[in-house]
């Protein structure tokens, strides 16, 4: 548990009014603070009240000016804003290490799309992404952005877990676990917008699966009914190399420039992995205002390939990091990521000075909130943003010792150092366990759902 300070000794005289604000957090080690200098602050607090951030400074001018309710002692801590994830799907933690090693037709159409099948629906969906939210709180990711089936769970879920998450309802040509009829699937999707829980925490969003599954009529009104309600359009983009060739093919176009030719690039478009793009497709999804999502562990696991990240960064387009679902990924850690997409870049490009710590872990923070069209609220420590915060213990062996907290953060952190998490102020991790309510049920629940999987009829063994 987090020790509260000590009573404050009264303020000096100096003529600056003393306010008094919901909680203090004092006294950590380094504040990473993640804005577009990327400042760091040695022995640094933060002043929260009403879920914002009030004050950002050194711990002295921070208690000088002001008296929490609740004051922390967070002495061998850093503080920084809780993590971003891009791109996953929530639900698929309970595919977990089904089906590795395996060719990716072979993954999806041998196991995992039976597996959904005998498997996917509102209880399943639940627990599933209720098993994620657990994860990712322990790996310090507050933010998560998803597409999956029957998300209305999804969303329930980020709520009972405390999390903030943009929610994508999945749109398909083909027959889903919730639409069997994909005529229908604009019905779907109203149908999801309509009774999508009302909360600051959480947005919907749409998710068509990519354009090799969705024609052109069903990209283009999900795109027009995403405008039409001010939300984030979801699509996988250039993930693999048959992708591209089924496209050219197909449209005589190339993926991204397909989607724009359809009037589909804009800021409000999120594409994930880009592994493919060539420099004609990255300049104009610059041009565009669209953001990518970029998940190296997954691209490395299905050996999708590797993305141009330099090129992506060079030529302006917004990159956040994602995990993808851990049934391609396995886990649901950030900080792994930020270490791979590095040194991926570098070992790939034989550029050591390319895809620096900074550029990384400002695409797990301010650059991933920007390409889920959040940054105006999180991913940075700046006064007036939402009190979305995490602390990690640098009293280990492997984080000493300490030159460049940024560098440490992306080279030598694990997910398994954050001790406390905060989302809008409100505690949701302490001392590595989460704070929901429903935490200590959801092992159980997963084991009850996984007991009706006919895991040998899918080629692997039993649990």
């Given at each position: 548990m987090l020790a509260p300070l000590p009573a404050p000794s009264a303020p000096e005289k100096s003529g600056v009014p003393v306010q008094t604000v919901d909680q203090l957090l004092c006294g950590a080690e380094w504040l990473v603070i993640c804005d577009h200098e990327m400042r760091c602050i040695h022995d640094g607090a933060v002043a929260i009240d009403r879920g914002l951030l009030v004050s950002v400074d050194r711990t002295a001018a921070v208690r000088h000016r002001f008296r929490g309710r609740r004051e922390t002692d967070l002495r061998g801590h850093l503080l920084m804003p809780g993590l971003v994830n891009t791109h996953t799907h929530a639900a698929m933690s309970v595919f977990r290490g089904l089906a590795d090693d395996l060719p990716l037709d072979r993954w999806l159409y041998d196991v995992i799309f039976p597996a959904e099948a005998a498997l996917v629906g509102p209880e399943m969906v639940y627990w599933g992404t209720m098993l994620s939210c657990a994860?990712?709180?322990?790996?310090?990711?507050?933010?998560?952005?998803?597409?999956?089936?029957?998300?209305?769970?999804?969303?329930?879920?980020?709520?009972?877990?405390?999390?903030?998450?943009?929610?994508?309802?999945?749109?398909?040509?083909?027959?889903?676990?919730?639409?069997?009829?994909?005529?229908?699937?604009?019905?779907?999707?109203?149908?999801?917008?309509?009774?999508?829980?009302?909360?600051?925490?959480?947005?919907?969003?749409?998710?068509?699966?990519?354009?090799?599954?969705?024609?052109?009529?069903?990209?283009?009104?999900?795109?027009?009914?995403?405008?039409?309600?001010?939300?984030?359009?979801?699509?996988?983009?250039?993930?693999?190399?048959?992708?591209?060739?089924?496209?050219?093919?197909?449209?005589?176009?190339?993926?991204?420039?397909?989607?724009?030719?359809?009037?589909?690039?804009?800021?409000g478009t999120l594409c994930a992995h880009g592994v493919w793009l060539d420099q004609e497709e990255m300049t104009r999804m610059a041009a565009r205002g669209t953001r990518l999502a970029h998940n190296p562990e997954s691209n490395m696991k299905l050996a999708s390939g590797i993305a141009p990240l330099p090129d992506l960064l060079a030529c302006g387009v917004c990159v956040g990091l994602g995990t993808d679902s851990c049934a391609s990924n396995n886990d649901l850690d950030l900080f792994t990521e930020m270490d791979r997409a590095a040194k991926m870049s570098k070992v790939?490009?034989?550029?050591?000075?390319?895809?620096?710590?900074?550029?990384?872990?400002?695409?797990?923070?301010?650059?991933?909130?920007?390409?889920?069209?959040?940054?105006?609220?999180?991913?940075?420590?700046?006064?007036?943003?939402?009190?979305?915060?995490?602390?990690?213990?640098?009293?280990?062996?492997?984080?000493?010792?300490?030159?460049?907290?940024i560098s440490t953060l992306v080279y030598c952190a694990k997910g398994s150092d954050v001790r406390y998490a905060w989302v809008a102020g409100q505690m949701v991790l302490d001392n590595r366990q989460v704070v929901s309510a429903h935490a200590e049920a959801i092992p159980v629940q997963i084991r009850r759902i996984l007991a009706g999987l006919p895991l040998r009829a899918l080629g692997t063994q039993e649990l």
């Open positions: 994860e990712m709180l322990r790996n310090g990711i507050t933010t998560f952005c998803d597409g999956y089936f029957f998300e209305e769970e999804a969303a329930q879920a980020a709520l009972d877990a405390g999390m903030r998450a943009i929610l994508g309802q999945g749109i398909l040509d083909f027959p889903s676990p919730d639409q069997p009829d994909p005529s229908k699937a604009r019905d779907r999707a109203l149908q999801f917008l309509d009774v999508f829980p009302t909360s600051d925490r959480i947005r919907p969003s749409l998710f068509c699966h990519a354009p090799y599954t969705c024609g052109q009529d069903t990209l283009q009104w999900t795109k027009a009914l995403c405008r039409e309600r001010g939300i984030l359009f979801q699509i996988h983009l250039s993930e693999t190399a048959s992708e591209v060739d089924t496209l050219l093919e197909r449209t005589g176009l190339r993926p991204a420039l397909y989607l724009d030719s359809l009037g589909l690039l804009d800021s790939f490009r034989r550029d050591p000075t390319v895809a620096s710590a900074r550029e990384v872990l400002a695409m797990a923070t301010r650059e991933g909130a920007r390409a889920i069209g959040w940054e105006e609220a999180i991913g940075s420590l700046e006064v007036g943003k939402l009190a979305d915060l995490i602390a990690l213990d640098l009293r280990q062996p492997h984080l000493t010792p300490l030159y460049d907290p």
